[in-house]
Structure formats: structure tokens, C-alpha cells
């Protein structure tokens, strides 16, 4: 297996993609978008995978790349397409342009490690490494036994960490299960701690909140049971996935405002344009496009110009639409919110994204809409190197998605009237 990388130099003379043959034991681990440790003129440096292949026509010397730094997929297809278009149209390194895919708390990782959550529950191949530490080196040395590891990862008993300062806090909960070993030890029991058991018995690992309801016990039953080794108890990291039947509100439209509506439902293949100065009807309208893309299960992208649109457009939702899983990113948002937040998207916990242009190439992979407020103001353009345009970025990803575009106005512009006389956008009005 061979893979094309970009590697991280900020030179236009080495800004193409190298190849690098993937040793057999990564070759489980590598994905389009890892982040790689290679040789490159005589230094290790990081590269990013952008191709990989059986085979290459390459035939020249071909060096076999160093280490992994990611476990899991960090970036998607879409992302790589987007890092790739932006390099070519702005003519800027392409290394440059996959930065822009990476948050911060991302950028920086470049040793990793291994730490203990639960050690009474792991492998014993694998607990013999840490010879009483709580964290060690996850490094090529260990690649051997990877699989092991990845395993007790996915369990909760472990956990990848990295030297650099770690944002976010990463939240466990404790998952109680029957110790089958004193299953001939119970008859004793008060009639609660039975009760205790057999719901465990007949459900398997439940948290301790599911316990206490459906057994009508207390916290402290259930401890006392941990605590004389009925019960086993670990940590599982929580990934906040919550199953909600989601509530469309009731939308009134008046005759000429159900005309607006009707021209969006037939006219699907153009971005809108749509120029309101009446508010009411803008958030209504909003709201029920909105709405009609969730019943579907699909994902809905909004992007302002401001941090203070971005947070009253994300409250206006948040109390319109109930049980939709809403997340703003702005950066006035602190670092560790802003973790948890892109972590639940990065697992696609959620329905739609309130975002300034700093949030334009989150991971979403379900985009069904995408809003833009005031698609033409000077905050949309990225002056420094790559210079891009957040409008086009929008587009493209609507494009890639097969969803639908809706540039939202007040007033229109000289620009995106042209854009609408040359046909590009179909014309949504309302005064």
C-alpha cells in the first residue's frame, strides 16, 4: 500500500504530493486526511495522507512512512476536496489549505500517550505495560499489540492523550454489571438489592440513574453492593448522542406569503436569493425550511457575519426549535466549549450548526441546507494566506451535499441582482 502526502513545510518549492509506502502494520490505521510522522530530507517531519493506493507509478526510491498520529479518520472526503479546490483557485500552499480543515486543539498534536481510565477491566497483555504507571508512550514500539489497544480504547479502559495542552474535558459516567462470580451469594440479600440484581441480570450494564428508577433503591443500595463485590462498576466515556423525536412547529402563512414558499418547493437546482425587510416572516419562513430538512434527517448549516448574529440566530432556534441538537461556534466561545461542541459534531450528534465563517468546514456529512445571512459582507473574506471567500466555500459544499442554498437579505445588492439576472439564483421576495 503506498500513500501520497503533503508534508507540513511552508515552501512552494516541495508543495506536491510525495509518496511514502504505508509499513504492513499501519495499514489498518492510515485514512485520506491522517496525519503522518515521514522522512523528509533528513528529518522527521508531519505530513498529511491525500491519495492511497495498491499500487505506484512511481519508480523512484520510496521511503516507508515513520508513525501514525490518529487513530481514527480526522478528516472527511470532503474536507480533502475542499483543501484541494482552495489551494488550486487561490494559489496557495495546500498544506496551508488543510490547516484550515484542523481546529486548533487539533494542530498541535504531535506526541501521543496512553492513559489507564479503567485498569482492573483491561487486557492483560496490555496492562502489563504500564507496570503501575497510569500513562505511557503510545509509540511505533507498541505497534504490535495496536490492535489490543485500539480495542480498549473503543471499551473506555483507555484513553490516546498528547503532551500538548488538552482542550475539552472528556466526560465518563459509571456503568454498573452483576458480578456472575457471587451469583450463588445472594440469597441473603434484603429484597432491594435483589431487585437490584435482576434488573442487571436481565438488562446488563445500566448506568446508575436507570438502576435507581427501575428498582425504586437508592444511590447509596447500589454502592454497598459495589462495595461488598455484587456489583462491578467502570467507566465509559460519554459521547452525548440523544434519540429525540423532533417536534416541527406549526407554520400560518397568508396567501402572499405561501406564494414565497411555493416558488422554494419548485425551484430546487439554483442557490436563493432571498430579500425580505419583514422580519416576522423571515424567521418564520426560516424556521419552516428548517424544519422540513430535520424530518428528513438531514443537517442544516447556518453562517453569520458576526458573533453576535451567530448567537441570537443559535437562541432564536434553540427556543423554537424543540429537541433539535444545536451547536454555535464562534470564537468568543471558550476553548473547552468549543471541544465538546466540535466533538459531537465531528460524531454527527447533531441537527443544525450556528456558525461565523470559523466554522465553515466543520465535519458535518448529512447537509441537507445551508443558510447564509448577508452573504456579501467584508467579514466572509479571509484575508490572510489562503484568501478565500466563505460564500464559496458554501457553495461548494452545498454542491457536494445536494442540498439546498438560501442567502438571506434584507435588501438587495447590485451583485446579487447580476447573479440573478445571469440566471446563477432563483429570486425569493417579500415586502
Do not use: W
Not at 496551508?96 to 497483555?125: E, G, W
Not at 430579500?275 to 442544516?300: G, Y
Not at 467584508?378 to 454542491?399: A, D, M, Q, W
Amino acid at each position: 500500500m503506498f500513500a501520497k502526502i503533503v508534508v507540513d513545510v511552508r515552501s512552494s518549492n516541495v508543495d506536491i504530493m510525495y509518496t511514502y509506502k504505508i509499513p504492513d502494520k499501519f495499514i489498518d490505521y492510515i485514512f485520506i486526511g491522517s496525519r503522518v510522522l515521514v522522512n523528509f530530507n533528513l528529518r522527521e517531519i508531519l505530513g498529511y495522507v491525500i491519495e492511497i493506493s495498491e499500487e505506484t507509478d512511481y519508480s523512484g526510491e520510496i521511503k516507508e512512512l515513520i508513525d501514525v498520529f490518529d487513530f481514527d479518520k480526522q478528516l472527511t472526503e470532503e474536507q480533502i476536496e475542499l483543501a484541494l479546490k482552495i489551494s488550486e483557485e487561490t494559489r496557495s500552499l495546500l498544506v496551508s489549505s488543510l490547516d484550515l480543515m484542523y481546529p486548533a486543539f487539533l494542530k498541535t498534536k504531535y506526541r501521543k500517550y496512553l492513559k489507564v481510565i479503567n485498569y482492573n477491566f483491561l487486557d492483560a497483555n496490555v496492562a502489563l505495560l504500564f507496570k503501575e504507571k497510569d500513562k505511557i508512550i503510545l509509540d511505533s514500539d507498541l505497534i504490535d499489540i495496536l490492535p489490543g489497544i485500539n480495542k480498549e480504547v473503543k471499551k473506555g479502559n483507555l484513553e490516546i492523550i498528547y503532551d500538548n495542552y488538552q482542550y475539552g474535558t472528556r466526560k465518563y459516567e459509571n456503568i454498573f454489571s452483576f458480578n456472575k462470580k457471587k451469583k450463588d451469594d445472594i440469597n441473603s440479600l434484603t429484597v432491594k438489592r435483589k431487585r437490584v440484581i435482576d434488573f442487571l441480570k436481565a438488562n446488563g450494564n445500566s448506568d446508575i440513574n436507570d438502576i435507581s428508577t427501575a428498582c425504586d433503591c437508592s444511590y447509596f443500595i447500589i454502592k454497598d453492593l459495589v462495595k461488598k463485590g455484587y456489583l462491578k462498576v467502570k467507566k465509559e466515556l460519554i459521547i452525548e448522542k440523544e434519540e429525540k423525536t423532533f417536534f416541527r412547529p406549526i407554520i400560518n402563512y397568508t396567501f402572499e406569503e405561501k406564494e414565497v414558499k411555493n416558488k422554494y418547493v419548485t425551484n430546487s437546482k439554483k442557490p436563493y436569493l432571498f430579500v425580505t425587510n419583514d422580519i416576522e416572516f423571515r424567521d418564520k419562513f426560516l424556521l419552516d425550511i428548517i424544519s422540513e430538512v430535520l424530518i428528513n434527517n438531514k443537517q442544516v448549516l447556518v453562517v453569520t457575519k458576526s458573533i453576535l448574529q451567530s448567537f441570537e440566530v443559535a437562541n432564536f432556534l434553540e427556543s423554537k426549535l424543540f429537541n433539535a441538537v444545536i451547536y454555535n461556534f464562534n470564537s468568543a466561545i471558550p476553548n473547552s466549549q468549543y471541544f465538546d461542541n466540535y466533538m459531537q459534531v465531528k460524531h454527527q450528534n447533531v441537527d443544525i450548526v450556528v456558525t461565523t465563517m470559523s466554522g465553515i468546514f466543520l465535519p458535518l456529512e448529512n447537509i441537507g441546507l445551508s443558510i447564509m445571512y448577508e452573504e456579501n459582507d467584508i467579514n466572509y473574506i479571509n484575508e490572510k494566506s489562503p484568501k478565500y471567500s466563505s460564500l464559496e466555500v458554501i457553495k461548494n459544499r452545498t454542491n457536494y451535499h445536494k442540498a439546498k442554498l438560501v442567502l438571506v437579505n434584507e435588501a438587495i445588492c447590485v451583485e446579487n441582482y447580476y447573479q440573478y439576472f445571469i440566471n446563477k439564483y432563483t429570486f425569493l421576495s417579500y415586502f
